[in-house]
């Protein structure tokens, strides 16, 4: 007599992939406009990115639903901290209140896979890496879904020197200039699509440097 | 005081039927610092006169901002005012969740009123020594309300409370009809004439004194103190009345000012202004 297994789940994955890459005085964060259910595609023009503050950026990949939530309670809390402190959350500030947020759901998790981007209070890029229940670690670059199995890899073999596999550890930024590393993202993205089915359509490309924040758009496949 | 008798408990009634707690924490409103509300038909601005206890110490907040659609000005007991705007300001921060929407100033206003009424009945609690001048935006306009530790809440085209607000009252009740249709600058000098009448005398410099505005497509900031002594020099060279028209010069409202520190412990709650009752002492002030 085997147990009975749930038949339904209160989770679902919309596929994606989002990638982060740390400079010297800007982050670039990007992440793909397709969500999908299953082998179906439910849009093709799904934003994942939202800018939580000033200079903050997170990229998520997973369950959208619980992506949103986790979007609206970040808001809120920095409005909280807004009308506390007068100013906006620093970029390693809203780090940790991402890492808290995920982990008081530790039991019942945001099925959401996070990538968080902006400029330190020195004005140096900063990426923040996330697992779904919160633990954290500040790198060089990173990313998450169903292409960072494809994306990772190479950016291990392009941007080695800020990666945490190299010993001793160095600083996490990556010396390329804000243009390279917007031409290695499309690269990724472009070789994720290729091979992963819930990765495509559109790429969505986020540059904060201290002039602002800028997007770019390109076409990827849309198979 | 011939009250004593009825007093001591927010429950008890007197045999007029008047409740003297209530009225007595009405009182703590009038003696705070003035604070000033106008509103046309788009903007609505609050000013407040910011009284040091000292010269050694900093000036209170009396002016929060609630959400970018809400902002509220306060007089009496600065203490309870920060509790209601952090009150407020949390409400704005659910409802927005919920609805992904901004909370009508209307709702937020009866919902600070319901909350006020419930510490005129309960014996173990006390009303709120405070005043809240809320000016907000909806879908239908501008709006400005003013709130009393009664629970009663009341809407204005513009108002004053606090300690010499009789003088800004008057100054009003001549101008009010031409606020509906004024201009954003014309609305901020008005606040402006109508705090110095407050002052009685004193001068009215950008340190004695705080401005915000709010408006359709603006969201609520606290003008910074360089714009502020700009505006004052302005009209103080023009003369006594505002212009007519608005002056070309575009308004810079910068992000929100920054407030010192609200740990004024050391200053008493409200500020000592010695004021002579006003002349409404007939009916008991809750019954308007």
């Given at each position: ?12 994955n ?15 964060i ?5 969500m999908?259910?299953g ?12 800018q939580?503050?000033?200079?903050s ?16 309670v ?11 402190h007068?100013?906006?959350?620093s ?8 890492s ?24 140096k890029g ?44 160095k ?27 819930y ?24 198979d | ?10 429950t008890t ?8 707690q ?10 705070g ?8 038909k788009?903007?609505?601005?609050l000013?407040?006169?910011?009284k040091?206890?000292?010269?050694l110490?900093?000036h ?10 809400i ?29 992904e929407?901004?909370l ?9 009123a319901?909350?006020?009424?419930v ?20 879908e239908?306009?501008?709006h400005?309300?003013y ?14 409370i ?11 009740e ?11 600058e014309n609305l ?6 109508a ?7 004193e001068?009215l410099?950008s340190?004695?004194?705080t ?19 700009r505006?004052?020099?302005e ?27 609200a ?5 008493a ?5 010695q ?5 409404d ?5 809750m019954?308007?």
């Amino acid at each position: 007599m085997t147990k009975q297994q749930a038949n339904w789940s209160p989770y679902d994955n919309n596929g994606g992939t989002c990638v982060a890459i740390a400079g010297a005085d800007y982050c670039v964060i990007a992440a793909d406009t397709r969500m999908s259910t299953g082998y179906s595609i439910l849009s093709r023009d799904y934003s994942k990115i939202i800018q939580l503050a000033d200079k903050s950026l997170m990229a998520s990949s997973g369950f959208q639903a619980d992506v949103r939530a986790l979007q609206k309670v970040l808001a809120a809390r920095h409005l909280i901290y807004q009308h506390q402190h007068n100013k906006q959350m620093s970029c390693p500030a809203m780090a940790q209140l991402l890492s808290n947020t995920l982990y008081y759901k530790r039991f019942f998790p945001y099925y959401a896979f996070n990538v968080l981007g902006g400029l330190d209070s020195e004005g140096k890029g900063c990426v923040f890496t996330y697992d779904a229940v919160g633990s954290y670690e500040r790198v060089g670059y990173s990313s998450q879904g169903s292409g960072a199995t494809l994306i990772t890899p190479f950016l291990d073999n392009q941007l080695k020197s800020p990666s945490p596999l190299l010993l001793p550890a160095k600083d996490a930024v990556t010396p390329l200039s804000e243009s390279e590393a917007i031409d290695l993202v499309k690269t990724c993205f472009a070789s994720a699509s290729e091979r992963d089915i819930y990765t495509g359509d559109k790429l969505e490309i986020v540059i904060l440097n201290a002039s602002g924040i800028r997007r770019e758009y390109l076409e990827l496949r849309k198979d | 005081m011939f009250r004593n008798q009825y007093d001591t408990d927010v429950t008890t009634w007197s045999p007029a039927g008047r409740l003297f707690q209530v009225e007595y924490a009405m009182e703590a409103v009038k003696q705070g610092s003035a604070a000033i509300g106008l509103r046309s038909k788009t903007h609505v601005v609050l000013a407040c006169v910011n009284k040091a206890s000292s010269e050694l110490s900093s000036h209170q907040k009396k002016i929060f901002k609630v959400d970018d659609h809400i902002g509220v000005a306060i007089a009496g007991l600065t203490a309870d005012g920060r509790v209601l705007s952090r009150y407020m300001r949390n409400e704005c921060i659910n409802y927005s969740y919920t609805y992904e929407s901004p909370l009508p100033v209307g709702r937020l206003v009866v919902q600070l009123a319901d909350k006020a009424q419930v510490c005129t009945q309960r014996s173990w609690k006390r009303p709120y020594g405070v005043g809240l001048l809320i000016g907000g935006l909806d879908e239908s306009g501008a709006h400005l309300y003013y709130n009393c530790p009664s629970g009663n809440y009341f809407e204005y085209q513009a108002f004053a409370i606090g300690s010499r607000s009789q003088a800004a009252k008057t100054y009003l009740e001549r101008k009010f009809e031409t606020f509906v249709d004024s201009s954003r600058e014309n609305l901020i000098k008005d606040a402006l004439f109508a705090l110095r009448e407050t002052l009685q005398g004193e001068k009215l410099t950008s340190s004695n004194c705080t401005i915000a505005v709010l408006g359709i497509g603006e969201a609520f900031s606290t003008l910074d103190q360089e714009t502020v002594q700009r505006l004052i020099n302005e009209f103080e060279v023009v003369g006594e009345d505002p212009p007519a028209e608005a002056s070309a010069a575009p308004d810079q409202s910068d992000g929100a000012e920054p407030g010192p520190a609200a740990a004024a412990a050391a200053a008493a709650a409200d500020d000592d202004d010695q004021e002579t009752p006003a002349a409404d002492q007939g009916a008991a002030p809750m019954d308007i």
